[in-house]
């Protein structure tokens, strides 16, 4: 037991320098647990710091520690939610407010140009201090709302026939983008604060 527990921790440690702070993946009213368990399973793997949920209906416990033992999560997930932190809103109102008070900036995701700015995902730079990516439900996309209230919004090119990607498929390629700009801008200010400056994310 004491081995496995130094095990975790011994990769704890190692993934830390490696993880985004101040990165959060929201989901907008999520209908599918697969999906829900696919995107907290993308967080995990690729070093996003947490994620929120809108839930209007109440589908989610409130609490992260009954979310963690909900096996209907917890499977889907392959137990990243057991490491990842969720927390749920009940309303994108709530969900913006908390994350304009503590000095998020959001973008929003769609297959469709909808923002005040529109971006292809890899022309896009994803180093703000702070940065809320939001994934919309998976019939009707993201909210007027959320669009409304966000810088601007990605895009990944489609070049089938089909309107869009599945929503947990979209959080991996997404995140795998922001993880890795944010990876090189805080590894970038890691090596000029060697060097005496200081600007981290
Ligand atoms: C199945 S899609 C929703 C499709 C919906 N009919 C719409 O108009 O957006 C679910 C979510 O996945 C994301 N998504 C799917 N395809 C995308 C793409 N090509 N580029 C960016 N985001 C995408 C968006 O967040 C979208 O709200």
Not at 159 to 181: A, D, R
Request: charged letters at 30%; one cysteine or more.
């Amino acid at each position: 037991m004491d081995e496995m527990k130094s095990e975790i921790r011994q990769r704890a440690d190692a993934i830390k320098p490696y993880r985004c702070k101040n990165l959060i993946a929201v989901m907008e009213y999520p209908t599918d647990i697969k999906n829900i368990g696919t995107v907290i399973r993308n967080v995990n793997a690729l070093g996003v710091e947490k994620t929120y949920i809108v839930d209007p209906k109440g589908t989610l416990p409130d609490d992260w520690q009954d979310m963690r033992e909900r096996k209907s999560l917890s499977k889907p997930s392959v137990s990243a939610i057991k490491w990842s932190f969720v927390k749920r809103f009940n309303s994108t109102e709530e969900c913006f407010d908390h994350l304009e008070s503590n000095r998020y900036t959001s973008i929003v995701t769609s297959p469709h140009v909808k923002g005040k700015d529109n971006f292809i995902l890899h022309e896009a730079d994803y180093t703000q201090p702070r940065l809320a990516v939001w994934f919309g439900n998976e019939s009707r996309g993201i909210s007027d709302l959320a669009v409304e209230r966000s810088d601007f919004c990605v895009s990944i090119p489609m070049f089938g026939m089909i309107e869009s990607l599945n929503l947990g498929t979209t959080s991996g390629i997404v995140l795998y983008e922001i993880t890795k700009q944010r990876r090189a801008y805080q590894e970038k200010y890691k090596r000029a604060n060697r060097g005496g400056h200081n600007k981290p994310l």
